[in-house]
């Protein structure tokens, strides 16, 4: 009853800059659809986090990024598997009992997360990744109503002082599995200072 998050929000890309430019001016965004991406395949974004965006496209943990620019984006979730939402966190739960049962029953292997090289943590996700696109096919092979977005909570980085429950790097992410979620892009303007 509650699939849709009512109202937009903006979501921010780190990318090298003449990526960002192509996407403002009409290329197509390219989907991610790496077996480790966190939240399955499609296009991601931090919700409401610039800096987040841009760091990421400054300290990019698999390429080099010669020019490291941050694209925005408007964007209406539509059908959202949220995983800040307890119903959803039970549907996650059920596809990975569902990838074990399958990997018991053709004496296969269930996907791990894995560190990045020089990085204690779980930065490529291929458990998680496998077990959000089983949502997605079980959604399918239901006739279920696809999902729009995935949407999820990440705890990441060190503490962010001695004994806190906050960390450096915590955020929120959005993978648009839907591109007409996305209602537009823009360049992010850097903030004014009125006189």
Known sequence: MYFARPGLLIGFHGCEQQVRDSIVFGEPMTPSSSIYDWLGRGLY????????ALDFA??????????????????DLGQCL????????????MSYDNLVTAANTS????????????SNEK???????AVIENI?????????????????VFVEGGELYDGAGFHEKNHIQICIRNPNCIKG???PRQGVEWP
């Open 58 to 75: 400054s300290n990019h943990p698999t390429q080099k990024i010669k020019t490291p620019a941050v694209l925005g984006a408007v964007i």
């Open 136 to 152: 997605h096919l079980i959604q399918s092979q239901s006739n279920g109503t696809p999902f729009d977005s995935v949407r999820g």
């Open 82 to 93: 949220d995983l800040l939402d307890t119903q959803y966190l039970r549907l996650a739960k």
């Open 123 to 129: 930065l490529l996700r291929e458990l998680d990744c």
């Open 107 to 118: 004496n296969g292997q269930v996907p791990r997360n894995k560190d990045v090289k020089g």
């Open 45 to 52: 974004f931090w919700e409401n986090n610039h800096e987040r």
């Open 185 to 187: 892009f823009f360049i």
